[in-house]
């Protein structure tokens, strides 16, 4: 039996995964134990629980796999100074004492880290590898899909010198095709547009998304025009005159900004029609290059099957484009997407390319709904409330199915963390706050009251399976909530009677769905497939409201607040229960009812804990 550890830490979004013979054990982020969001430290608590979960040491591991190559980006990054020199000095100066002292010397890191986690010394340490950047997320993507060939196509910020790579996947084997280099990256211009717009970089692209529907695309002409040079087959090349992120310490300069008649919108300040036309533009210029890189790939491998991985993989709106309108018969996307992701492709290049691993392949993907975190009884949540002083009930299964039903109707929140945590950013019915999607308040109550974010923000279906067709204009699974796909026709409001004729954030007030909470502005939603297979209490609760009310949809947004991590551990869980408007709190068997836990001593300091995303 051979168990491989991959890691992923120093950038942002470190993670842990453990492979045991091919089958995934346990995967897990840093932020989620840390409780800071994006942490990039190295993952002492994500890869302590994955050597819990596999019940090992850690000299009983026989591999450790970095999911990138630091050298390879320490050549990129002295390059990158070199050829813009002596432009971007300031920015040199300060990240070289970081290279100099952690990541240039990262093997001897990370055998220090391990040792002392592993409470061993370094020779009894398992072998140390390391993968490549992009290959690390093109293993995420195929190895664990349900295709026994597919193209592979991963797209980000950077690796070390990869932004876009193209590969094909047949059984255990992955080979590169091509790929597009630094300072071309799809990743960075959009997240030049998250920074122009006022959002945070590595954080607040999906906001970006979101805004796009409630502009009007008329930058298009203008950045295709100035910014990138976008060829037939979806390659490209960016215009670097009007970038700041080789050398700077921002991503866009002062042409840039003349370019769209004024600075970057300062975070937090009042969004304008302006950037809400901004992000429709960037988000249509994203589709399109998607969209033809998709075609290519198609036309070079014949493949029938696309899998996805890398951070722009993450644009649901994109992927639901390259579903619809893509040659593929299917697609599928990595849930963990971005650099956590990498952790897991990491392992899996070791156990099937540098071990010649079998993988079989059933139809099914290996990602078990992507419940890959800790669980946690019954006993371990009975002292974990008791030492807060909280009030419970405790039902069995049924019991509480049907009450938690009664409960959603009567357009109640509740706060739902039940079996493993999800691995990735989005929470899939695990560590989720869930409502009523028929309510019209709903969108702006758990905006404003319960996660204190931006109104605009739209909320995700969770949908049961064998309905979704009912609902969406989607006629397969979508489990890791990747996918957007209009909601169907027969549900949504008339333009004529919905106020359609409203214009940018006016149209968040329009009547669109008998789902409103769900629906976005342009009639679209991020679908979730809840299937009995992979969540079998989440689809229970689901049929439960669909009986009491014939909807077989909910709202799932993630468990937390704005800038906090998605909840780890039931402390977490009832403190952010407790600090928000939510009504109820399930956590596995036990109930819980806001007018029934004692005072909790009302104190706004707390949200200075987690620096807004």
Request: with cysteine; charged share 25%; net charge neutral.
């Amino acid at each position: 039996m051979t168990t491989i550890l991959g890691i992923s830490a120093y950038y942002h979004d470190s993670a842990a995964a453990l492979v045991r013979d091919g089958e995934i054990v346990a995967a897990a982020q840093e932020e989620r134990f840390s409780r800071k969001k994006h942490d990039s430290r190295f993952p002492r608590h994500a890869i302590a629980y994955c050597l819990k979960e596999a019940d090992i040491r850690m000299t009983e591991v026989d591999e450790v796999v970095f999911y990138d190559k630091p050298l390879v980006k320490f050549e990129r990054l002295l390059e990158t100074y070199l050829s813009y020199a002596p432009r971007g000095l300031r920015s040199f100066i300060m990240a070289m004492p970081v290279w100099l002292k952690e990541k240039l010397y990262l093997k001897s890191t990370l055998k220090k880290e391990l040792a002392g986690l592993g409470q061993c010394k370094k020779k009894e340490l398992p072998t140390l590898l390391f993968a490549e950047h992009h290959q690390s997320h093109a293993a995420s993507a195929f190895f664990p899909s349900p295709f026994d060939n597919a193209a592979v196509l991963c797209l980000d910020g950077v690796g070390e010198w990869a932004t876009t790579s193209a590969w094909i996947g047949e059984g255990n084997q992955l080979k590169a095709l091509w790929e597009i280099d630094f300072p071309h990256s799809l990743g960075l211009l959009y997240s030049a547009f998250t920074y122009y717009t006022g959002f945070k970089v590595n954080s607040g692209e999906y906001k970006l998304m979101g805004l796009a529907p409630y502009g009007v695309p008329h930058y298009v002409d203008l950045i295709y025009e100035h910014i990138i040079d976008l060829k037939e087959d979806g390659t490209f090349r960016l215009n670097m005159d009007y970038f700041n992120y080789c050398t700077g310490l921002t991503m866009t300069n002062e042409k840039f900004h003349k370019l769209f008649r004024g600075k970057p919108r300062k975070p937090e300040s009042k969004l304008t029609q302006k950037e809400m036309d901004i992000a429709a533009s960037i988000q249509v210029v994203t589709e399109e290059v998607v969209l033809r890189l998709a075609k290519t790939l198609h036309r070079e491998t014949g493949m029938d099957y696309l899998c996805l991985a890398g951070g722009v993989a993450l644009n649901c709106v994109a992927n639901g484009r390259v579903l619809r309108e893509g040659p593929f018969k299917d697609i599928w996307i990595q849930p963990a997407a971005g650099d956590a992701g990498g952790a897991l492709g990491a392992a899996l290049t070791a156990w099937h390319q540098h071990r010649g691993g079998k993988r079989d392949t059933t139809g099914k993907d290996k990602m078990a709904g992507s419940y890959l975190g800790p669980a946690f009884s019954h006993e371990q949540i009975r002292d974990e409330l008791d030492r807060m002083n909280a009030n419970y009930v405790k039902m069995d299964d049924q019991q509480l199915t049907r009450k938690l039903a009664e409960i959603l109707a009567e357009k109640h929140v509740i706060g739902w963390f039940q079996g493993r945590m999800e691995f990735g950013p989005r929470a899939l019915g695990g560590r989720s706050i869930i409502g009523d999607p028929r309510s019209p308040e709903m969108q702006s109550v758990m905006n404003l009251k319960i996660k204190f974010r931006e109104s605009f923000r739209p909320f995700a279906p969770a949908v049961l399976a064998e309905r979704v067709s009912d609902y969406f204009e989607l006629d397969r699974p979508s489990p890791y909530m990747l996918i957007v796909a209009p909601v169907k026709e027969s549900l949504r409001i008339p333009e004529v009677q919905n106020g359609f004729h409203m214009f940018g954030i006016d149209k968040l007030h329009s009547l669109r769905s008998q789902l409103q909470s769900i629906t976005h502005v342009d009639y679209s939603a991020r679908i979730q497939t809840v299937h009995a297979e992979t969540n079998p209490r989440f689809h229970a609760l689901l049929k439960a409201f669909e009986q009491k009310t014939g909807c077989g949809v909910l709202v799932n947004t993630s468990f937390n607040v704005r800038g906090e991590p998605i909840v780890g551990s039931p402390t977490d869980a009832y403190r952010c229960f407790m600090r928000t408007e939510m009504d109820y709190l399930v956590v596995e068997n036990f109930l819980l009812a806001k007018s029934s836990q004692p005072e909790w001593k009302k104190d706004d300091a707390w949200m200075k804990e987690f620096e807004l995303d």
